[in-house]
């Protein structure tokens, strides 16, 4: 393998490349061919992504199933030498073509086809033939589709999928039984974009939706493909891994001890940053699914050459399919996704939203940097961030789960939550001139089951007041966003336990420890504590509530600001008198209270969050669907299907997004879905973490502030499925557009079954209606046309071997004196002077004769053998 001619030239301001691997050099893909891959071959993928300050770097090498082993190895030497280039910086990635990673697959929006052939194949045509194509497409998957091409026959066909019928000049979409509205949505698209693409939009589609408005189209497809059978086979579902299996993780370090490499496994689920060595490499084994590769950047030269192969033999050590999906990850130029399966990353001069800086050579506490709430509406990226919608500034409503209904709170006790109840929130705010509501069903750690249960039927009644309408928030007591904390301003307090119902009175301690944290009314919570020594912390403020006096406790790391929220909140906990007490300088009493000193937290606390909180969507598994979550990356507004449901997790909360044509059953079982999804986190994710639902067409600027660009009008103007569809024109316009389609039937028509000849007075036997069988997709042993040296020349559409019908239209093919067949070699691809004698294509100037017209030529009741063929 040579591969010392060099890389071509790399454009480092073009977002996507890709290249064809062809004779083992790179060959650059045109754009107008992206999407499309051939099976023979194997290609190379770079792609650039900017995401305010960070740039992502992702090298793809992707094998066809067919391609040859010397390509995959040309390939991926390839890869490490772009890598090499870009200095060591991306992100690589082995993609086998059917099991490609979601980064691969979000580079092709409108979806991905694979081609039968190779650049190299007798399968080349020229741009002239464009038009003279005969494929069947399968299309599966969710977003984005892919389509492989399939045998011609309805033996491919299954109820569950959906499929094109690619003819050239006519591409018709059959939508099986049981295709749910999302794929065939997804499927039209796909057409649509061979039609706009490949045939510069000078081809048809049609639509087969199983009822009588098909019949041309079905008539079409059986001349095509023969008789339809009585029934088809079922969809075969994927066997895919779910999250269960993907949380499975286990971490390898890889070294060499004698000239041999040995793995050795060093820890599982959880995993901790600290775990890689910069001097060394790691595979992290995620359940089978997925191998990753953790290059050090300490590590030598030939380790990161290898780590392509180390990822290989590993997989076939484990016995784990070819298939398997890899990734290869530089030290400091970690992924996401590969970030994630860890508890927690932590990178050199980290951020945590607007004005959160951290040095990991400091270990001082570090304080929020204030900001103007009134930019939240007008600056949702902010809005996003900080997890606010405004000021806290709206209305508030609070009801308390009691026996299985919902009661109105006395305002004067809102802020006040007990361990042992639930609760409802109804904050109305207005923006842009607009009311808006958020519902927040806050469910304390020791509520009853029945008040549980009964809290989440109260939420649902309450949305339905609001014409569902409402974002709902599940906050689990200790995890209150926010916001949560914004709208009670400052007045927050959480009792371990008790409900503080009116005439239950529950027996309350003579002894009670509050925590409080928070520097100003938007983000000051107080949380009652265990009452003991051991539950102190330098870092805060304390209120130690006694039968007769209120101690107000002042950690030597407080600031004046924390202590002035907790005088507030002393007089709501207690109306006992005050004493303040610093650290270092209590009472015998104070200690006493608590019984007896102990030792407690001291060390200044370094507040962290993972780096890795970028935000990820996925699109959730449908009633049928094993517990399987299907990641859209790069995401934006367009990725939102209405008959969905999405997952949006920023790591402080996770959002549900419900599409308005999503299922009943989807929609009721959302959160226990989102809560599954962190119980399944690999990263050991905390399952309190609050669950906001999002409806469509109501969206929060928390939500919205997480996608680069926002269209508060898209849902209003969108188009369903019904509409593209009849967009696409009157279908009976399809099947009269030419004749070309009898061709098939003249063409094949037996020599035994001639007709008979003129004179002996009786009339030529007529083919028959249907046709006998499909035409073979293989092509022809009459020799193609010289390749082209060009990719671009080679993706046009198939050769004339493939065609679907000769270029002479059927009256001129009758103008011949004898019974026998033409082959097609002698029609096809042919100069006017090439033609057989006698064969005159141009009619003498007339063009083809429609179906109406020959019937009108005719006459009333006569009977004509050709069916109403594929429009020109």
Same mark, same amino acid.
Request: charged share 25%; hydrophobic share 35%; glycine share 8%.
């Given at each position: ?36 891959? $051939? ?22 090498? +992707? ?25 060591? %910086? ?38 002239? !033939? ?26 491919? $066909? ?132 997925? %191998? ?32 398997? !999906? ?32 951290? !040095? ?81 069903? +806050? ?93 102190? !912390? ?88 094993? $517990? ?22 920023? +790591? ?5 997004? %419900? ?214």
């Amino acid at each position: 393998m040579d591969l010392d001619s060099g890389l071509p030239s790399i454009d480092m301001l073009q977002g996507l490349q890709i290249w064809a691997i062809e004779k083992m050099k790179m060959v650059r893909v045109p754009e107008k061919a992206y999407g499309s891959f $051939f099976e023979g071959d194997c290609y190379i993928i770079l792609h650039k992504e900017k995401s305010g300050r960070d740039v992502s770097v992702d090298i793809h090498y +992707w094998i066809g199933r067919d391609s040859a082993v010397d390509e995959q190895g040309a390939a991926a030497a390839y890869t490490a030498q772009l890598d090499s280039l870009l200095g060591d %910086i991306p992100v690589q990635h082995r993609e086998v073509q059917g099991y490609e990673s979601d980064v691969f697959k979000s580079y092709f929006k409108k979806g991905i086809i694979y081609k039968k052939g190779s650049l190299a194949s007798g399968l080349k045509h020229v741009e002239t !033939n464009m038009y003279d194509i005969q494929r069947l497409l399968h299309i599966k998957g969710k977003k984005p589709v892919t389509a492989s091409e399939v045998h011609l026959s309805w033996d491919s $066909f299954n109820k569950g999928e959906v499929f094109l019928l690619d003819l050239g000049k006519v591409l018709i979409q059959w939508n099986g039984p049981e295709a749910n509205l999302s794929e065939k949505s997804r499927g039209l698209a796909l057409a649509r974009n061979i039609r706009d693409g490949e045939r510069g939009g000078r081809a048809q589609i049609g639509v087969v939706d199983e009822d009588h408005s098909s019949a041309d189209l079905l008539q079409i497809m059986e001349t095509v493909l023969g008789p339809r059978p009585g029934s088809l086979q079922d969809a075969v579902k994927e066997d895919k891994a779910d999250e269960f299996q993907k949380a499975n993780l286990r971490l390898y370090h890889l070294y060499e001890k004698d000239a041999d490499l040995v793995v050795q496994e060093i820890a599982t689920r959880p995993l901790t940053q600290d775990l890689l060595q910069h001097e060394d490499c790691y595979i992290l084994d995620q359940g089978g699914f997925k %191998i990753y590769v953790w290059r050090g950047h300490g590590s030598s030269k030939e380790e990161k050459k290898a780590a392509f192969s180390w990822a290989v033999g590993f997989i076939q050590a484990k016995g784990y399919p070819a298939t398997t !999906n890899v990734e290869v990850v530089n030290d400091g130029f970690e992924s996401t996704m590969f970030k994630q399966l860890f508890q927690q990353w932590t990178e050199k001069d980290q951020m945590e939203g607007p004005g959160w800086a951290y !040095n990991l050579a400091k270990t001082a506490k570090v304080e929020p940097m204030k900001f103007d709430v009134t930019h939240l509406h007008g600056w949702p990226e902010l809005a996003a961030e900080q997890r606010m919608v405004d000021d806290g500034s709206g209305k508030v409503e609070v009801w308390q789960i009691e026996d299985l209904h919902k009661k109105p709170v006395d305002p004067k006790k809102y802020g006040q939550f007990y361990g042992g109840g639930c609760y409802l929130v109804l904050y109305t705010y207005q923006k842009s001139g607009r009311t808006q509501f958020i519902i927040y069903i +806050w469910q304390g750690r020791h509520a009853l089951v029945d008040e549980v249960m009964a809290s989440t039927l109260n939420a649902i009644e309450l949305d339905h007041m609001y014409q569902e309408e409402p974002v709902q928030v599940w906050v689990t007591m200790g995890r209150e966003p926010r916001h949560f904390l914004a709208i009670f301003k400052g007045r927050l307090i959480v009792f371990q336990n008790g409900t503080g119902r009116d005439g239950r009175a529950d027996p309350e301690p003579d002894i009670r420890l509050f925590q409080v944290r928070g520097t100003d009314e938007c983000n000051t919570k107080t949380s009652e504590v265990p009452a003991r020594a051991s539950s102190l !912390n330098s870092n805060d403020v304390f209120l130690l509530s006694t039968s007769h006096i209120c101690y107000l406790w002042c950690g030597k790391g407080c600031s004046g600001d924390e202590r002035e929220m907790a005088r507030m909140v002393a007089d709501i906990v207690s109306h006992k008198d005050k004493q303040t007490v610093l650290e270092g300088q209590e009472p015998h009493s104070f200690w006493e209270a608590l019984g007896g000193r102990a030792p407690y937290a001291s060390d200044k606390r370094l507040q962290k969050k993972p780096s890795s909180c970028q935000p990820r969507l996925f699109q959730c598994p449908s009633q049928t669907d094993r $517990f399987v979550l299907t990641e859209t990356v790069f995401f934006s507004q367009d990725d939102l299907d209405e008959d969905d449901i999405m997952l949006l997790d920023t +790591w402080e909360e996770v959002f549900l997004w %419900i599409g308005k044509d999503s299922n009943t059953y989807e929609k009721r079982e959302s959160v226990a879905l989102a809560r599954e999804y962190l119980k399944s986190h690999p990263a050991g994710r905390d399952p309190a973490t609050p669950i906001i639902v999002v409806k469509q067409g109501h969206e929060p600027p928390t939500f919205t502030g997480w996608f680069s660009f926002w269209d508060p009008y898209k849902w209003n103007n969108g188009t369903s499925y019904e509409e593209l569809k009849n967009s696409l024109g009157d279908v009976s316009a399809i099947s009269e557009m030419t004749m070309e389609l009898n061709n098939i039937n003249l063409l094949q028509w037996p020599p035994d079954k001639g007709p008979s000849t003129p004179g002996e007075g009786a009339p030529a036997e007529a083919p028959p209606a249907m046709a006998p069988k499909p035409l073979s997709s293989e092509p022809s042993s009459s020799p193609s046309s010289s390749p082209s040296s060009s990719y671009y020349s080679s993706h046009s559409n198939y050769n004339s071997d493939m065609s679907l019908v000769p270029k002479c239209p059927v009256a001129a093919a009758t103008a011949v004196p004898t019974a026998v067949p033409i082959p097609r070699e002698r029609l096809i691809n042919k100069a006017v002077e090439d033609l057989p004698e006698g064969l005159d294509p141009t009619l003498g100037g007339n063009p083809p004769l429609t179906t109406k017209q020959l019937r009108a030529q005719e006459g009333p009741g006569s009977s004509s053998s050709i069916r109403d063929p594929l429009p020109q």
